[in-house]
């Protein structure tokens, strides 16, 4: 059996949130029934969310779902697909991408990001 690291599962680099920055997310399934959770990590491919304790949403793996990510002014709903999870954490991957006429969440989300490094870098330069 061959097992796929954490690392080889990513398309690119995930940017850490940082406690502090004003970052909500949402999640949402086929059921139309919807999460509140917080976003651990966040890429152009993909976001790692983490709910609390109780309120974990019963998912499978390849399920398709909607992420809202609210930032400052940025608000966005991009459909993703569980990839994994784990205890209180889901994996979602961001498939649009791979198409064209995606660019206009791409802005979106990358401008979320933008905010996420700032964030991160600010953290780290103290």
């Avoid at 796929?4 to 059921?31: I, W």
């Avoid at 889901?90 to 990001?113: C, D, N, W």
Wanted: aromatic fraction near 6%; charged fraction near 25%; proline fraction near 3%.
């Amino acid at each position: 059996m061959t097992t796929t690291s954490q690392k080889e599962r990513r398309d690119g680099f995930r940017a850490r949130v940082v406690h502090g920055l004003n970052l909500d997310a949402e999640l949402r399934c086929s059921k139309n029934k919807a999460w509140s959770s917080t976003a651990l990590n966040l890429s152009l491919n993909g976001v790692l969310l983490e709910f609390p304790k109780g309120h974990v949403p019963s998912l499978h793996v390849d399920e398709k779902v909607s992420v809202k990510l609210c930032c400052q002014d940025d608000s966005i709903w991009v459909p993703g697909v569980v990839r994994h999870q784990h205890a209180g954490r889901v994996g979602i991957y961001f498939p649009e991408f791979m198409h064209a006429s995606a660019k206009s969440t791409e802005q979106i989300i990358s401008r979320i990001l933008r905010a996420v490094e700032r964030g991160w870098l600010r953290q780290n330069a103290k």
